[in-house]
């Protein structure tokens, strides 16, 4: 049961470009919504997370939009470098008891030509 | 600072077989939660453990188990290997069992089964 959809599967950007990665999720449960980024034998990295009572988070050239009412958020990378080719796994999380099991989405591989 | 460790980094088993996973929580930290990540899909929660005691389960069979030491580190067994059960399998530890506490991910333990 996938509670978290992911787009696109992968993307190329130019060296400089603005990278996009959108993800909707269902359960209305979630008030926790990160974003990992996972290298190529490594163990996916918190990037940067936000709580649904703010619309937007931005650390960086990374940026989150949330649309609480949409049940949607996404990944701006601002200009994006080629060490920012990673895989990004959007996340979902619903605090109390959950126990901070985090729902995942597919995952997108980033490209970023130089 | 040694971060989330994960023995071993690679295992091939044969369908039918049992397997044991290990991992070391970063120092101080008493939370350890295992996923399973097939490959081109995001991670999926297995379990959770606090204090030696489960605190969630994911949608997995009974043939995945795993236990939590007095040091903190963790065991993840899987019985009765499917061909299925072929996947990265990722360690995370926190600092407590709350929900909102990051995740530090280890780098995984790539297990093929043939």
């Known amino acids: 049961q996938q509670q978290v959809k992911q787009s696109p599967q992968s993307l190329i950007v130019q060296k400089g470009g603005i990278s996009i990665i959108n993800c909707a999720y269902e359960?209305?449960?979630?008030?926790?919504f990160p974003w990992y980024q996972q290298f190529p034998g490594k163990g996916p990295a918190l990037l940067i997370a936000i709580r649904p009572d703010v619309s937007e988070k931005k650390e960086g050239r990374f940026t989150i939009s949330f649309n609480k009412s949409a049940k949607q958020f996404s990944l701006h990378i601002m200009d994006s470098q080629p060490g920012d080719s990673a895989t990004y796994f959007c996340?979902?999380?619903?605090?109390?008891?959950?126990?901070?099991?985090?729902?995942f989405g597919q995952g997108t591989i980033l490209t970023v030509h130089p | 600072d040694a971060g989330v460790t994960q023995s071993p980094t690679h295992l091939i088993k044969t369908r039918g077989q049992q397997v044991t996973l290990r991992c070391s929580p970063i120092?101080?930290?008493?939370?350890v939660s295992w996923y399973q990540q097939v490959l081109g899909q995001g991670p999926q929660f297995i379990f959770q453990y606090y204090e030696k005691e489960e605190r969630g389960r994911g949608n997995f069979p009974d043939r995945f188990s795993a236990r939590q030491f007095p040091n903190y580190s963790s065991e993840l067994n899987v019985n009765a290997l499917l061909l299925g059960d072929s996947a990265l399998y990722l360690c995370?530890?926190?600092?407590?069992?709350?929900?909102?506490?990051?995740?530090?991910f280890g780098p995984g333990t790539r297990l093929t089964v043939l």
């Open positions: 995370a530890s926190r600092t407590s069992a709350g929900s909102y506490n990051e995740q530090f």
């Open positions: 359960n209305t449960a979630f008030d926790y």
């Open positions: 120092s101080g930290h008493k939370s």
């Open positions: 996340a979902a999380l619903a605090g109390g008891t959950s126990y901070g099991k985090l729902t």
